[in-house]
């Protein structure tokens, strides 16, 4: 029965120890602990980032970066270590020019569409409102005159 006790105890301080651990950081480093989280992709599928995903490598990612703040490393440090496993995908937001093009990109399309949009409909508009050419009236009189046999009953 003490041997039951003695195991249940040392199983329940093992599992709970990450939990009582993860209260020891700082509000700083809690700080840099949560903006680090949201700034690496889960290395599973590099759909969400590790604070949200939920497989087992975000988990173990989650813990790894815990350690690492409380150890004092930078967020330079951590993010390079990352890298330097999985490459610059790991990153949510990749350093260098091609973040710039990812914002960029989608504002010159849709500029470039409403541009093109506003020329269709001014190009629209101008044939609907442009004047209609005047008849001169002799080929008006003309066409009566010669359509009146048809239109009075074929008299």
């Known amino acids: 029965m003490?041997?039951?006790i003695v195991i249940v105890s040392v199983f329940t301080l093992v599992s709970v120890s990450p939990v009582i651990s993860a209260d020891t950081l700082t509000s700083s480093q809690a700080a840099r602990y949560n903006k680090l989280t949201h700034e690496l992709i889960?290395?599973?599928?590099?759909r969400e980032p590790i604070a949200i995903h939920r497989s087992e490598q975000s988990l173990q990612m989650l813990e790894e970066v815990r350690v690492l703040v409380?150890?004092?490393?930078?967020?330079?440090?951590?993010?390079?270590?990352?890298?330097?496993?999985?490459?610059?995908?790991i990153l949510a937001d990749p350093p260098g020019i091609t973040a710039g093009w990812l914002y960029l990109i989608p504002v010159v399309v849709f500029c470039t569409l409403v541009y093109l949009a506003v020329l269709r409909l001014r190009s629209l508009v101008a044939h609907a409102t442009a004047p209609v050419p005047s008849v001169p009236p002799e080929l008006v009189a003309r066409v009566r005159k010669e359509t009146e046999y048809k239109w009075n009953g074929g008299s």
């Not at 889960?42 to 590099?46: E, L, Q, R, S």
């Not at 409380?70 to 995908?89: C, H, L, N, Q």
Request: a positive charge; one cysteine or more; aromatic letters at 18%.
């Open 2 to 4: 003490f041997f039951r």
């Open 42 to 46: 889960a290395p599973c599928c590099f």
């Open 70 to 89: 409380a150890e004092g490393k930078s967020e330079k440090e951590i993010k390079a270590i990352y890298v330097e496993r999985y490459g610059t995908r």
